[in-house]
Structures are given as C-alpha cells and as structure tokens.
C-alpha cells in the first residue's frame, strides 16, 4: 500500500512564504515523477509544478518565478517552496507521484493541505 503524506499548508499574508513537504511510504519500487496540484474552490484542479526523477522541473507560469519544486529520492520526499504568494495562491494543494509499486505502476494522491492567503 502506497500512502502519500502531505504537510506544511496553512495561513500566511500576502507576499508570505510556506513550504510544502510531500512524503511517499510503502512498497515502492521506483518513483518517475512526483507534483503539485492546487483546486480552488469551483475551479478545476490545476498542476502547479512537476519534478522527475532525474531532476527536471516544470511549473505553472502563474508560480514561475515564485514557487521552487525539489526532492529528496533517498527519502521519498518533494517539497513545494513557496513564496511571495498572493491570495490568487489561495488551494488545497495535493501532492502527486507517479510511481511503481507492488500494483504497478501508478498515479498517487495525498489527501491535500489547506494553503490560504490572505491578510
């Protein structure tokens, strides 16, 4: 069983900064890419950044320049350095792996952190 475990989320002002952590346990084999999504209320579930297993990024252009995506493999772990954020950051974000496990290969969900921006 594969869990993803999401931590970090919470409230921060406008032009604040929060960092996400991401952790993935279980019977995993290989991890090929692990990410960020973000859902704002009555909106779809958008991707914010990507990271793969060998270390390319990609991000939304809306947190370019803003939000760094990084892992650490020996530990299963992303994190999402946000900063400068702006109530438009507003989301539940959820943490995304796509991985090989006993199943398998993949897609994986956290249950999603609560990030709220606002003064």
């Known amino acids: 069983q594969v869990q993803l475990v999401e931590s970090g989320g919470g409230l921060v002002q406008p032009g604040g900064s929060l960092r996400l952590s991401c952790a993935a346990s279980?019977?995993?084999?290989?991890?090929?890419?692990m990410g960020w999504y973000r859902q704002a209320p009555g909106k779809q579930r958008e991707l914010v950044a990507v990271?793969?297993?060998?270390?390319?990024?990609n991000y939304a252009d809306s947190v370019k320049g803003r939000f760094t995506i990084s892992r650490d493999n020996a530990k299963n772990t992303v994190y999402l350095q946000m900063n400068s954020l702006k109530p438009e950051d507003t989301a539940v974000y959820y943490c995304?792996?796509?991985?090989?496990?006993?199943?398998?290969?993949?897609?994986?969900w956290g249950q999603g952190t609560q990030v709220t921006v606002s003064s």
């Open positions: 995304n792996a796509d991985l090989r496990g006993l199943p398998g290969r993949s897609n994986y």
């Open positions: 990271i793969t297993s060998g270390g390319s990024t």
């Open positions: 279980g019977s995993i084999f290989s991890i090929y890419a």
